[in-house]
């Protein structure tokens, strides 16, 4: 069973830094490449960020390129997302996403549970 | 970026009806086109993707047509698990984007 379970998701102030992590377990890591989505309070979805499999190739959205930065270890199957220069904006819940592949795929075919970031002072 | 406008926005139906949304894209997205259920305080479910195929486990009600740029999904006979927010999704490429949502409400 795919199982993702993200965590590190709290209160920070606007201009601050946070780092999430997403543990998975039930498929071979490696092999998949993984996204991070999220979601603002009573919005809809926002896809964040692509690594691929390898953690070759990586690609943001504009709204958080040169702040966030996805990273991955497969040899723990944890998956990363790095924020900083975080703004009000960036305020949300994030999930952690399977592809159905491991490289230039976007088909999300698991999600976790969600971490909530808030950004305020 | 390619847009994703879906209608409704919020629908209301009965137990048993027979419902559809609709999706459309700004620009041909082929048949990237996925569909996605979402309860309030959980993760979005994949319900279908290349635009028909079912994911393995969603009940056979559930089905989705279209090309291009228009798509729909269609809930044969509303169940009372049904009732959620349904997102449509291109993923053409790595700018993928989603559709605001519907919400599916009961009458």
């Known amino acids: 069973e795919v199982q993702l379970v993200e965590s590190g998701g709290g209160l920070v102030q606007p201009g601050g830094s946070l780092r999430l992590s997403c543990a998975a377990s039930g498929f071979t890591f490696s092999s998949y490449a993984m996204s991070w989505v999220r979601q603002a309070p009573g919005k809809g979805l926002e896809w964040v960020s692509h690594?691929?499999?390898?953690?070759?190739?990586?690609y943001y959205a504009d709204s958080v390129k040169g702040r966030f930065t996805v990273s991955r270890d497969n040899s723990q199957n944890t998956l990363y997302l790095q924020m900083n220069s975080l703004r009000a904006e960036d305020t949300a819940v994030y999930y952690c996403?399977?592809?159905?592949?491991?490289?230039?795929?976007?088909?999300?075919?698991?999600w976790g549970q969600g971490t909530l970031v808030t950004v305020s002072s | 970026d390619i847009q994703m406008t879906q209608s409704p926005s919020t629908l209301s139906a009965s137990v048993g009806d027979r419902v559809a949304i609709t999706c459309r894209a700004s620009q041909s997205i082929n048949s990237w086109l996925a569909w996605y259920q979402q309860k309030p305080g959980k993760a979005p479910k994949l319900l279908i993707h290349k635009t028909s195929s079912l994911q393995s486990g969603v009940p056979s009600r559930f089905s989705g047509s279209g090309s291009g740029t228009e798509f729909t999904l269609t809930i044969s006979s509303l169940q009372p698990d049904d009732f959620a927010t349904y997102y449509c999704h291109q993923y053409s490429s790595y700018s993928r984007t989603f559709g605001q949502g519907t919400k599916v409400e009961i009458k």
């Open positions: 690594i691929s499999g390898s953690a070759g190739t990586t």
């Open positions: 996403a399977k592809a159905d592949c491991g490289g230039e795929c976007y088909l999300t075919d698991y």
